[in-house]
């Protein structure tokens, strides 16, 4: 009798585990078939096409030297995710990390006793950027793009005053190890970037966070802001956050470059329109309130796998800002054709709704209508 009763429970428990299973793979699939997981799709086939073209891209040593090249633009999506999520946009991200490069360019110098200091000074002045942007957008009621178009321009003359348009400053070796070092005599690996370290804690941090209420919240202010607004969520305050989060961002991505890309006014010059283009290829609508912050990061590792598969192939780097602005018109018309299906999903299912209500109710069979008049 126990064994009897033993096999039904073990029966039981292997049909809720597979039901478990079957499940889990039905939402795994059905995450791919959106956007946001097509692009691990087109990531993977891209990464076929270029290790096809160039074997030694293949390797595990070449891999992850090319995330810890990727790791920059990767962050700067994230950070520029937070923003195209909650309806606004950020173009002041490239003057952002060219300032930090000249800065610790020229403040740091040879004397690694200040790169702590210079760090913090970089971190603080990308949070009060972040926040200017954001106040201006939220409270002053200024567009983001005009706001941000501003400040790009701003930074981006204060830099060509300080440095006269030329490379000037040399950080010391200790700070560029930052962007350029990493954990030597790793198995397989050879080495372990110290980019790829700080991108896996920037997307984690930022995983963790959009799955926070102050991520439910952006998501839901970038979906229907007076709707956010009725539930009591501060919207003002959530976007300048945003900003906030897009400046150190591309802080992070600044103190990244330093260490291989140099010091010169041209290093983050288009890095804004690069983040935006990885993003709405992970998926993410402009306008607000669709999209996964992972996805964008995966945005950024498959615009550079293309460019990589486009220099394998002979291609000029020149057509870069073609293939983005292609990406771009295609992923904003893409979104508006999904956005107008919705709103014709959504007004057909009214109208179907408010004739069911207009419809007279009939009675049941067997009743007479008679006497319901009567009473």
């Known amino acids: 009798m126990s064994r009897t009763v033993d096999a039904g429970m073990d029966t039981g428990r292997g049909a809720v585990l597979q039901q478990h299973r079957s499940g889990r793979l039905e939402r795994c699939l059905r995450a791919l078939r959106t956007p946001g997981g097509a692009v691990f799709i087109l990531l993977a086939l891209l990464l076929a096409a270029v290790i096809a073209v160039n074997p030694s891209f293949g390797e595990p040593g070449s891999l992850i030297r090319f995330i810890g090249r990727t790791a920059p633009i990767a962050i700067a999506a994230i950070g520029q995710y937070f923003v195209i999520v909650s309806g606004e946009f950020d173009l002041s991200m490239g003057s952002v990390v060219t300032t930090q490069v000249i800065i610790a360019g020229n403040l740091i110098g040879q004397d690694d006793a200040r790169a702590i200091p210079v760090l913090v000074l970089m971190l603080a002045l990308g949070a009060l950027i972040g926040l200017v942007n954001g106040l201006a957008t939220t409270l002053l009621k200024v567009p983001s793009f005009i706001v941000t178009l501003g400040m790009m321009l701003a930074l981006l003359g204060l ?63 970038g979906d229907n802001p007076a709707a956010a607004a009725l539930t009591g ?131 049941a069979p067997g009743t007479d209508q008679t006497e319901q008049k009567g009473n």
């Not at 005053?161 to 790793?186: E, K, L, M």
């Not at 959530?238 to 989060?245: K, Q």
């Not at 140099?262 to 609508?285: K, M, N």
């Not at 990589?308 to 508006?336: C, E, H, K, P, Y």
């Open 233 to 363: 969520a501060p919207v003002w305050w959530v976007r300048t956050r945003a900003f906030i989060l897009s400046s150190l961002a591309a802080t992070v991505a600044g103190v990244l470059l330093v260490g291989y890309a140099g010091v010169h006014p041209s290093v983050g010059r288009g890095y804004e329109f690069t983040a935006i283009t990885a993003v709405v290829l992970g998926g993410v609508v402009l306008g607000g309130g669709r999209g996964w912050v992972l996805s964008a990061a995966a945005g950024a590792f498959a615009l550079e796998t293309l460019f990589a598969l486009l220099n394998f192939l002979g291609v000029q780097s020149t057509w870069r800002d073609t293939v983005q602005g292609a990406i771009i018109i295609v992923a904003v018309a893409a979104a508006a054709q999904s956005w107008q299906r919705r709103r014709k999903g959504a007004s057909a299912g009214a109208q179907d709704e408010q004739h069911q209500l207009a419809m007279p109710v009939q009675p």
């Open 159 to 221: 830099v060509l005053y300080w440095t006269g348009g030329a490379a000037t400053g040399n950080p010391a070796d200790s700070f560029r190890q930052i962007g350029r070092g990493g954990i030597r005599n790793v198995p397989v690996l050879e080495i372990i970037p110290y980019p790829v370290l700080i991108l896996a804690a920037v997307a984690a941090s930022a995983f963790w966070l959009m799955r926070r209420p102050y991520g439910r919240t952006l998501i839901a202010a």
